[in-house]
């Protein structure tokens, strides 16, 4: 595939990730509100932020290509995760993922100034039972800071991770597959 895209997101991940599939981009970063709704659904919730990121690089004027945005939630108990506050909510968050199997929901969007198509990919995760001294080393890392559910399991949050099914690469934030897929679909309409 030859086409070219915009990347609407600041995200290093996103880019490396987007230069694994071959296709040519250049990235740029929106100012997006991505505050969820009350009682909005995670899977509502992450889709409408990739479409909401994809159609604001159009509003922008970035309108000779499609624009790409993508977002990421980890979801327990069907309540969204963010990127921690501080360390109280990121000790809080890893207590709830310890032990336990999470989804991480990643969103793409493709938008021009005529249409948007987008889908959600959900990924189970499963953490080993995490300790107080783990949880307080990992955020002295300083790796989570950054991170929806606070880690990366890309990074040294990896070794938490006992058991993962589906796409690995949608947990780091843009699955390869989906998005190549997407993008077909999207250039054939």
């Not at 207590?95 to 198509?117: C, D, I, M, Y």
């Not at 880690?151 to 989906?178: A, D, K, M, N, W």
């Given at each position: ?138 955020w002295q890392s300083g790796e989570p ?45």
């Amino acid at each position: 595939m030859t086409t070219s895209v915009y990347l609407a997101s600041a995200s290093p991940r996103r880019k490396e990730l987007l230069t694994q599939l071959g296709i040519e981009f250049s990235q740029f970063s929106v100012d997006a509100d991505e505050s969820q709704y009350p009682n909005e659904p995670p899977y509502e919730y992450v889709e409408r932020l990739a479409r909401l990121k994809a159609c604001s690089g159009v509003e922008l004027g970035y309108t000779d290509r499609p624009v790409l945005g993508s977002d990421t939630v980890v979801v327990i108990d069907n309540q969204s995760l963010c990127k921690p506050r501080d360390e109280a909510d990121f000790t809080h968050t890893l207590k709830r993922l310890s032990g336990n199997t999470h989804q991480v929901l990643t969103a793409v969007a493709f938008a021009t100034q005529e249409k948007v198509l987008s889908c959600v990919v959900s990924t189970d995760v499963t953490f080993k039972t995490l300790t107080d001294e783990e949880i307080k080393a990992y955020w002295q890392s300083g790796e989570p800071q950054d991170k929806a559910g606070g880690y990366g399991i890309q990074g040294l949050g990896g070794r938490f991770v006992t058991h993962i099914s589906g796409s690995y690469f949608s947990v780091v934030g843009l699955p390869l597959y989906e998005t190549e897929q997407l993008l077909k679909t999207f250039l054939r309409r």
